[in-house]
């Protein structure tokens, strides 16, 4: 259904009667329920496949609704006032008063929540009046949605409605900051970068890349295309398909010919759909700077090196390796 006024307003009346809809944030599609209602968001975790205990990011249309379920503190106001509405997710105390389902944290004592900037889930979030759970709008593991075809076709029948507000405009997931006392970790690299965060409070703590999943749902196999991936490849081998970056001659598809990380996180996870459905035996990935925008996509490209399935139209290979 198109973001029209009329159509928000239908998808707010659904999610404020229990049902899921899916819509558009600046970072990706989301998949909202009324995150006060459990079984809605039992619903959610259904359509997904999403295993229990992988808690679900709340969305509110405004600051003091975010911190009216998540303890704000001096640090966490700082960040909301820089970044929000925007790509930032703040990890905080559960307000014990905020009357969000267990099942939105996986009983934890903390609770995720962001503000959107994207003005079709702004209105939307308006609309409701409530806090609603939004985890991406895809199966369990899967390549993230950045429009909403690919929501109807990945998720089909389990959601009625999807509005449609056109492709995202960054393309990659929320960053995912822990706030709750001590010094700020960063859970997820995404479309705030660490600098700027380091920019507004100081140093933040990044757990290496490698170790084990700190935050609960944080996989290390995540974001995942069915065709193998081969990362840092200088060029294609024959029976590859290549994504490029930058000067890249034998590129099938480039995330940004000019090398701009921007225009790269724009394009990655729909040029991953578009490879992997090449039915190539592989996917060479060109090498991405490792800064900025370039932390979360190197993120995302490792996480789906390591959970790509052989059930795709590949050979059936789950590592790709350059053959000596
Ligand atoms: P997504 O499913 O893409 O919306 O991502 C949600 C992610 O946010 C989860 O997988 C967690 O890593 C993180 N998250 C959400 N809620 C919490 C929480 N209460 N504590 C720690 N991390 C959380
Ligand atoms: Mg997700």
Not at 28 to 55: S, W
Not at 108 to 116: D, E, L, N, S
Not at 143 to 167: F, I, K
Request: glycine letters at 10%; one cysteine or more; a negative charge.
């Amino acid at each position: 259904m198109r973001a029209t006024a009329a159509g928000i307003h239908q998808a707010a009346a659904h999610l404020r009667n229990g049902r899921l809809v899916a819509f558009p944030t600046e970072t990706v599609y989301g998949l909202g329920a009324d995150a006060t209602n459990a079984d809605a968001v039992g619903q959610v975790f259904q359509a997904k496949n999403r295993p229990a205990g992988h808690p679900l990011i709340i969305h509110t249309a405004t600051m003091a609704g975010a911190f009216a379920v998540g303890a704000d503190d001096p640090a966490a106001t700082r960040l909301a006032e820089r970044f929000w509405p925007g790509p930032l997710t703040l990890v905080l105390p559960l307000r014990s008063e905020a009357g969000i389902a267990d099942a939105v944290t996986g009983g934890r004592a903390t609770v995720a929540v962001r503000v959107p900037r994207h003005p079709v889930a702004a209105a939307l979030l308006r609309a409701v009046g409530r806090p609603v759970a939004a985890p991406s709008a895809n199966p369990h593991g899967r390549l993230s949605p950045t429009e909403a075809q690919h929501v109807r076709d990945e998720l089909g029948p389990a959601v009625e409605l999807v509005l449609d507000g056109g492709p995202t405009e960054i393309g990659l997931e929320s960053t995912v900051l822990e706030l709750v006392g001590g010094r700020p970790v960063l859970l997820r690299a995404g479309g705030v970068t660490v600098e700027e965060l380091e920019a507004a409070i100081g140093p933040v703590d990044e757990p290496g890349a490698d170790e084990p999943a700190r935050a609960p749902g944080m996989l290390r196999q995540h974001y995942a295309p069915r065709t193998p991936l081969r990362l840092d490849a200088d060029d294609p081998l024959p029976d590859e398909v290549y994504l490029g970056f930058g000067a890249a001659p034998g590129a099938t598809c480039n995330l940004s010919p000019t090398g701009d990380l921007e225009e790269a996180a724009r394009n990655l996870f729909v040029m991953l759909r578009r490879l992997d459905s090449a039915g190539a035996r592989c996917i060479a990935v060109a090498p991405i700077p490792d800064h900025h925008l370039g932390r979360a996509i190197n993120d995302r490209l490792r996480r789906a090196e390591r959970g790509a399935t052989p059930d795709g139209p590949g050979s059936g290979q789950t590592v790709c390796e350059r053959p000596s």
